[in-house]
């Protein structure tokens, strides 16, 4: 007889009301609905191919993917770079996901290339609250949406420094070993925040990180509030 | 905004003014507590009394088998938890399946996690269907409590719970159905299925929300969630709230009365939204079993595309529809359902559920058919993502042969069909 185990949304452990869970169960009741501007991104959605052909026959200095359509997200963004001025002038996207999604990576092709285009230093320093801040906002929930989008951006700039010989300004994002027995990284530990974990206990739900290598845990912990703080503004 | 195009009846529905108006007068004029020794309170009990045997006639049980409580989750986390703690002596064993709704799987984990039961949960054929041959390998002596839900909330898919209810009393064993998607719609016939413990709720058929009924059958040892003041028959103390009982018991009756004439227009309308959308938009498919499903079900896959942004956009076109259970539809998980059923994660992000209901006008359903496909074309655009259909169905469907039969079987037309009650 074959069970599955299941995943329970609740941990069931007692609770002082209201807590942090019950914050974050908060977010969930808050109006779905976006603002003009994220709607306009995803009913009008700027910077796409119009046809299957001019995907194939654009010609791009550098095109990045991340994501994967199992987790629910996936982008695929291509950039044109002016050598002279290093420039991002041309941006086109794709993306799998949901209207915030979409919206996200419209906005973001639209700061790229608007007033002539963007620096790709610059455009290396774009941070994910920067695309919301364009959109007014999005619901706390679909932060992680923008997040995607900046990460295509990274992925398409370093595929043009690979392609234009410029491999010294290739900035690899350095995933740090935190949990040194079950090798877990700063980056398990932002996917897990991204996620929606707030506690200790909700990334270790996540990641098991801190059962066998308990020296970690301090390190753990700034590295949530770190995480909130970059994504959510912190817990306020 | 154009019209609205009510497609999430599954969520909830709209109160029949009928059941309003018996309503209307609990609230002012007959607003008595039945627990009161006067007049006023003797009025409200009657109230109380004849809906109790309205649902039991319609149940076709004792009226002393009905207990009514603040929701179906009530119902449910009653029948379980009850259940358990009362039976603890006999043993910790609860069986239950993969797709069942949160209200049965949490209360289950609760358990497990703080009172030491152990859940085996059963999976679900490719249909969703539960099989009483897995069903009595899983069962142990110690099993205390089987609940298996009637109709699936999200693909629609209907168990045979009287085959399945026969082997658990061959084992002695307590059967629970949550039949909440099944009130008013499917025979609730206590005595046909065989079962022990039945939940349904009030705002899927047409009455108020806020309201549910679990069924107990004499004889079965159970221990209330809420104690107080005694009402309900001790099974669920609080002042009963009388005007909401009566108008579901006024629901329940006329959507019993009604049903099969609704029923065969819901069917007609609902395999013509399946065709019309498989037939015209490809790379989709259906979810659930294609005639043993809910009249009111529609529950389709869309390849490449993600529910939430086509939802938006065809709500835009005034159609409300739903990805999957109106509980679980903000959270970004896909759907426990759909994977139970065998998809791959792949192709369970881009489900949408359709749930008719009684003001469903064969109109609607063509502006369903005619705004998808160029909605779906235009997202998919968008989308990065390129399934390989035959890449996802031999894990849907056991061979692509199966699957094309599956296919054609809902474009063929077909005449409406009686729903298949166990």
């Known amino acids: ?236 | 905004m154009t019209k609205e195009i009510y497609l999430d009846h599954a969520a909830t529905t709209h109160v029949d003014p009928r059941v309003k108006a018996v309503m209307d007068k609990y609230w002012t004029e007959e607003f008595g507590n039945p627990g009161s020794f006067n007049s006023v309170g003797l009025r409200a009990l009657r109230a109380l009394n004849n809906a109790r045997a309205t649902v039991a006639k319609i149940m076709n049980c004792i009226p002393e088998e009905i207990i009514f409580t603040g929701s179906g989750t009530e119902s449910i986390n009653t029948a379980i938890k009850g259940v358990y703690r009362a039976n603890k002596a006999k043993g910790k064993h609860i069986i239950t399946s993969t797709t069942e709704h949160h209200a049965v799987l949490e209360s289950c984990e609760y358990l497990t996690k703080h009172e030491g039961a152990e859940v085996t949960y059963l999976p679900v054929d490719k249909y969703g269907r539960v099989s009483p041959e897995q069903l009595e390998q899983a069962i142990r002596p110690d099993t205390v409590l089987i609940s298996i839900m009637y109709a699936n909330n999200e693909v629609g898919t209907i168990n045979r719970i009287a085959e399945l209810a026969a082997v658990a009393k061959k084992h002695r064993a307590l059967f629970h159905t949550d039949a909440c998607q099944a009130g008013g719609v499917l025979d609730i016939d206590v005595k046909k299925l065989g079962i022990d413990l039945m939940t349904i709720n009030g705002s899927k058929l047409y009455g108020p929300k806020g309201v549910g009924v679990l069924y107990v059958r004499r004889g079965v040892q159970i221990h209330p969630l809420i104690h107080g003041g005694g009402q309900e028959f001790r099974m669920r103390s609080g002042t009963e709230n009388v005007p909401v009982l009566a108008g579901f018991a006024t629901a329940l009756e006329l959507a019993h009365q009604e049903r099969e004439a609704e029923n065969k227009r819901e069917i007609v309308l609902r395999d013509k939204l399946i065709a019309g959308i498989l037939s015209t938009v490809p790379k989709t498919f259906l979810n659930g079993h294609p005639t043993e499903r809910l009249p009111n079900n529609v529950n389709i896959s869309f390849m490449d595309i993600e529910g939430e942004a086509l939802l938006l956009m065809i709500n835009e076109h005034g159609i409300c529809a739903s990805t999957g259970s109106a509980c679980t539809s903000k959270s970004l998980d896909p759907s426990h359902v759909i994977l139970a059923l065998g998809l791959p994660y792949e192709a369970s992000h881009g489900s949408i559920r359709f749930t008719l209901g009684k003001y469903t006008t064969e109109a609607g359903i063509d502006k369903v058919i005619e705004v998808l496909p160029p909605i779906v074309q235009r997202l998919r655009h968008l989308s990065p993502v390129n399934i390989n259909m035959e890449d996802i169905f031999p894990q849907v469907l056991m061979n692509p042969k199966d699957s094309q039969d599956h296919r054609q079987s809902l474009i063929v037309e077909k005449k409406p069909q009686e729903v298949k009650t166990p």
């Open chain 1, 1 to 236: 007889m074959s069970t599955i185990a299941l995943k329970p949304t609740s941990d069931f452990k007692p609770v002082t009301h209201p807590d942090v869970k019950a914050k974050k169960q908060a977010a969930e009741l808050e109006e779905w609905f976006y603002t003009d501007i994220v709607k306009d991104h995803f009913f009008n959605p700027r910077n796409i191919f119009r046809t299957q052909k001019e995907i194939d026959d654009y010609q791009p200095d550098g095109i990045g993917m991340v994501g994967s359509p199992a987790c629910g997200d996936m982008m695929k963004m291509w950039i044109k770079v002016d050598k002279a001025t290093d420039m991002i002038t041309e941006c086109k996207w794709q993306t799998f996901g949901c209207g915030s999604a979409i919206a996200s990576t419209s906005m973001l092709s639209v700061m790229l290339t608007e007033n002539g285009g963007m620096k790709t230093d610059q455009a290396l320093q774009l941070k994910p609250q920067d695309i919301v801040k364009r959109l007014v906002d999005l619901p706390q929930r679909k932060f992680h949406c923008s997040v995607l989008g900046d990460k295509a951006l990274r992925a398409a700039i370093n595929d043009h420094f690979r392609k234009s010989g410029q491999d010294q300004r290739v900035v690899v994002e350095g995933a740090k070993v935190i949990d040194k027995i079950l090798k877990i990284t700063d980056k398990d530990i932002e996917e897990a925040v991204l996620e929606g974990a707030v506690t200790f206990e909700d990334v270790q739900k996540k990641t098991k990180i801190g059962i066998q290598d308990k020296s970690c845990i301090p390190e753990v912990e700034q590295l949530i509030r770190f995480y909130r703080e970059k994504f959510f503004g912190g817990d306020k």
